[in-house]
């Protein structure tokens, strides 16, 4: 892949129907899949489609046993009929792509230019022939797909003969196989009129049930030649022929429109007049008007990358699918596979709202508006399926859907997801956060309203709590629960919202409309108040993390490691039920809701992150980059490059062996968010704005652009911190890191701030390690086993027992667990005896000055070791009173590099730990606070220069070091350090905490 581009050499017929996928031509209205012209070699390798976005026709489903308030019909994508077809006889030899003759062959897709190109050379018995075909579906006309196809004699000499087709017998792809695409595959479309007019071939087709109809319409631009035009049945073709000679070239260009314009009285005049209209303008404007387009895009739009070319060349091609995917007119939305393919029938889910939307709000708010309105105009619809659903009020949008009702058949994964209903709230709120839109404001409330009014009803009141039973959460591999974690936030969430922003319209004077309109009063909101401060958050207290239901740890866990490798992905080798009575994940639950609703402590998080982790199948694309977004979230950037690297590039090395049934549209939009708010931790609620970037070590920088309140801001991220410029629009203040910033013309520099200390007890504030060192010399040497200096430092910052175990792994050794226990004890009796002789004179040259220095500043200080003897320490040398915490091995379950005792230290701060610096004179302890993005002083000879930010070789500069880090901030921001800790709360006075 090259500079916005991407290219592939080379004919095969085993990616074939990929690469129709990947060189489709979209526009967010028309889709056309990247077909060859000449036709497919074999057709079952191939699914030849072109899509309007929304145009669907209804199909009955069809049930065993049709329960009441099943959904009797869905909605099917239509599969249009086909203009790519071109044909190319070269003296009487049919030329195709796939012949030993053909050579050379280039696809390109370019992202700059909009276009699609491949090109190829043809040996013909009379010469060589070279083939160049550029395709575009206009972004300045969505009705309008173009086609140039040129051929040049290289050194053929002879006729050439182009047949351009119309082709109305097409029908819907199907795999009865897979249940992500269509069962059965037939004609959906029945052709009323066909017409030959002015140089054009034009089609009126209506669809087989619901008789929605299609206007398209064909004409040609040839160099010199007059077209042949004729009618064999629903086929309509164009004859050109030419003679060529060596040098001399021939263009056919092809203008094609489809349009279903529903305020149009007849569908076929006003195709005819598009296309015309679009022949006179030519292919050079087109394609300029293209390019003008994109180019704008590509400057509101663009993540950059630096450090990873890569990685940036798949960046793009998802953010241009992004905005080839998402439908503009009001009439619809994005649907799961884009205008890509026919996977999941064209049908829009919760994937637009939750992966997609945030984009366009972040790069383009007015296209993210027009998704809303697609909502927005439904919202009868999700109210009469609510009322079929037995609600006797609200609204509940359908799980997939094209025209407004319910198209899932299987409800136990499908109507069951009523997280769908705060799903599309949340947008409707993150759309007000970042715009204050006071005209689409009626508009917002309106749906929040009813998407609570639907979460009252199915909810209830038990022992002071709210709880919602019956329903399935994002991962569709547990069905059926009660109070699903996610469900339930995502409701509190919609009611404080619905309540927040029906004060905001009154504010504005709106309020009395809305009443009138759909009876909300006054009382309706405080009962949504009142359901949202009781409502029941699952926890689990012994593992410390969220429950994702209050079934589900109950369940037997299923680990990864015993399922045989081919049997991924589970829904296509296992009955639901066997996967439903299980621990197991398809994709974030629990985790998703703490990225989008709540923000539980730390360590509560990073917990629950580590519990799912264990068994999240990721058997959908959704899922990896939600565990790429919450893992930098936590600060283990390395781990969230390592699920950002699972989720780009899905759909180029075909990760789920389906891109052929279109593109992972949402997985595309997660993507760009791993980035933009998972290392550049954008978060938008109604505080406003707020940035915490971090910067992944296999980057040198990065950069994006965003949105926000009419302002577009660019943020560029670098080791040290980030830079902020206002590229349009008025001042505007957001919160980076913890600061609030006000981004003007010129650049801002924010460093990312300290705001505590963290100092390991042993080699950090005072020597107890040749305490320790002597204590395991006398167990080894009563074991016969040989240890020294350079063994010791393995047992730096690590538990006893870990200990234990490496001193026996020296020598082949192993031991039950109660001698084992017996050998700790008396290691930790010796090391009493020399702890015997300790006083303040042990602490380590420099740390009073240290200390003294962030006393003097107000920043906490907290001490975390695994030692279960700190309090002895502390008290010995004279520092008992001295922390404001204090974390030691008796607080924690698992040693450094663990995350526990670190997370637990910044949470007795008070303080989010990527603010925190720890002080480390071991590897494992400083790998475990990279972990999560503390930084990092390393102190000791004996390590490595490049695993900590700032290396000390003892303690004596450590007061030097630690103003040098605190002051490159305050240099920037003057007095903010005194501002954001009375902000939280810190005086100066003590919160030790034990």
């Known amino acids: 892949m090259g500079e916005l581009e991407f290219v592939t050499n080379g004919f095969c017929a085993d990616t074939f129907s990929r690469d129709e996928t990947l060189f489709h031509c979209a526009n967010g209205y028309l889709g056309v899949r990247g077909s060859l012209e000449e036709g497919e070699m074999d057709e079952k390798c191939s699914v030849r489609g072109t899509y309007i976005n929304g145009f669907c026709d209804e199909e009955e489903i069809c049930y065993g046993e049709r329960l009441y308030g099943f959904p009797q019909t869905k909605q099917v ?12 006889h070269a003296e009487g030899e049919r030329i195709a792509a796939w012949e030993t003759a053909a050579s050379n062959v280039v696809r390109r897709l370019d992202f700059a230019a909009g276009t699609t190109e491949r090109t190829f050379h043809y040996h013909t018995k009379h010469g060589v022939l070279q083939i160049t075909i550029t395709r575009l579906t206009s972004f300045l006309q969505k009705e309008l797909f173009v086609l140039r196809y040129t051929v040049k004699s290289l050194d053929f000499s002879g006729e050439i003969q182009l047949d351009s087709a119309l082709n109305g017998d097409v029908e819907n792809f199907s795999d009865p196989e897979d249940p992500r695409v269509a069962s059965e595959g037939h004609s959906k479309l029945i052709i009323m009129r066909r017409l030959l007019e002015g140089e054009a071939l034009g089609l009126f087709a209506k669809t087989v049930v619901s008789g929605r109809a299609l206007g398209c319409a064909v004409t040609h631009e040839t160099d010199g030649a007059v077209p042949e035009l004729t009618i064999q049945g629903n086929r309509l073709l164009a004859h050109v022929s030419r003679t060529l000679k060596p040098g001399q070239s021939a263009t056919l260009v092809k203008y094609c429109v489809y349009t279903d314009a529903p305020e149009e009285d007849d569908l076929l005049a006003h195709a005819f007049a598009l296309v015309f209209r679009a022949r006179e303008k030519g292919f050079s404007f087109w394609a300029e008007a293209q390019r003008m387009y994109l180019d704008a895009f590509w400057r509101r739009s663009r993540v950059r990358i630096a450090g990873n070319e890569q990685t940036q060349a798949y960046l793009d091609l998802c953010v241009y699918e992004l905005l080839c995917a998402a439908g503009q007119n009001g009439r ?19 994937d637009c709202e939750t992966y997609v939307f945030p984009f366009f709000l972040y790069t383009a708010p007015e296209m993210a508006k027009k998704l809303l309105d697609y909502r927005f105009h439904l919202l009868d619809a999700a109210r009469a399926h609510a009322r079929s659903l037995g609600h006797t009020r609200g609204a509940l949008y359908p799980w997939r859907t094209i025209t407004g009702s319910e198209c899932s058949a299987y409800y136990p994964s499908g109507s069951a997801q009523y997280h769908i209903n705060a799903d599309i709230a949340h947008a409707f709120c993150q759309f007000w956060y970042a715009t204050e839109d006071v005209a689409y404001l009626p508009s917002i409330c309106e749906v929040l309203v009813e998407t609570a009014r639907l979460f009252l009803d199915v909810g209830h009141m038990l022992d002071g709590q709210f709880r919602i039973d019956g329903v399935t959460g994002p991962d569709e591999y547990t069905c059926i629960v009660d109070n699903n974690y996610y469900t339930n936030v995502g409701a509190a969430n919609t009611f404080s919202a619905a309540v927040a922003l029906c004060k905001a319209l009154e504010a504005s004077g709106e309020f009395d409309t809305l009443r009138a309109k759909i009876g909300v009063t006054k009382e309706e909101l405080s009962a949504f108040s009142a359901a949202a401060d009781a409502m029941y958050l699952p926890m689990d207290e012994k593992l410390g993390i969220c429950k994702q239901d209050d079934s589900f740890l109950n369940k037997q866990r299923w680990e990864l490691s015993e399922i045989p490798p081919e049997n991924f992905p589970l829904l296509m080798h296992y009955h639901p039920l066997y996967i439903n009575r299980r621990q197991i994940c398809k994709q974030a639950d629990t985790i998703l809701a703490h990225f989008l609703y709540r923000e539980e402590t730390p360590l509560v998080m990073r917990r629950s992150y580590d519990y799912y982790e264990a068994i999240t199948t990721h058997d959908s694309s959704l899922s990896a980059c939600v565990f790429s977004m919450m893992a930098a979230r936590l600060g283990d950037c390395e781990k969230a490059m390592q699920y950002f690297n699972a989720t780009v590039g899905i759909d180029l090395n075909d990760q789920s062996g389906n891109t052929r049934d279109g593109l992972h ?34 980057w040198t920088s990065y950069a994006f652009p965003v949105a926000y309140r009419a302002s577009r801001i660019l943020v560029t991220v670098d080791p040290f911190g980030c830079t902020l410029r206002l590229l349009e629009g008025a001042k505007v203040e957001l919160v980076v890191y913890d600061s609030e910033i006000a981004v003007s013309a010129d650049e801002t520099r924010v460093a990312r701030p300290v705001r505590a200390v963290i100092f390991d007890l042993d080699g950090v504030v005072t020597d107890t390690a ?26 730096k910052g690590v538990s006893r027992r870990e200990c234990m175990r490496l001193l026996l792994e020296r020598c082949g050794r192993t031991m039950t667990l109660d001698e084992t226990a017996r050998w700790i004890k008396k290691k930790n009796e010796y090391y009493l005896e020399a702890l015997a002789s300790l006083s303040p004179d042990a602490i380590l040259p420099g740390v009073r000055e240290a200390i003294t220095f962030l006393n003097d500043h107000k920043i906490p200080i907290a001490l975390f070791s695994v030692s279960k003897n700190t309090d002895l320490i502390l008290k010995r040398i004279g520092l008992s009173n001295t922390f404001d915490a204090v974390v030691t091995g008796e607080d924690i379950e698992h040693s450094k590099p663990h995350f ?4 637990l230290a910044a949470r007795r701060l008070n303080i989010d730990p990527r603010l925190c610096v720890m002080l480390e004179d071991s590897e494992t302890g400083l790998l475990g606070a990279r972990n999560l993005s503390m930084r990092t002083i390393g102190i000791g000879d004996r390590l490595s220069s490049e695993r900590a930010d700032r290396h000390l070789p003892d303690t004596s500069e450590l007061r030097e070091a630690l103003e040098e880090m605190i002051l490159a901030y305050v240099s920037n921001h003057p007095a903010t350090v005194a501002v954001c800790i009375s902000k939280k709360g810190y005086s100066g006075e003590r919160i030790r905490e034990t």
Do not use: C
């Open 665 to 698: 549209i949402a997985n595309m939009g997660g993507a760009y968010l791993s980035i933009v708010a998972g290392f550049g931790g954008v978060r938008l609620d109604q505080r406003g704005l707020r940035l915490f970037p971090l910067l992944p070590n296999d």
């Open 77 to 88: 994508i239509v599969n249009l009929p086909d203009a790519q077809g071109v044909i190319l």
């Open 900 to 903: 526990e005792g670190y997370l």
């Open 770 to 795: 040749r305490y320790h060192f002597a204590a395991w010399k006398r167990i080894a040497t009563e074991l016969d086993i040989p240890f020294d200096e350079e063994q010791n430092e393995r047992f």
């Open 332 to 350: 619809s939305s994005v649907a799961a596979k884009g205008l890509s393919g026919e996977g999941y029938e064209g049908h829009y889910f919760w």
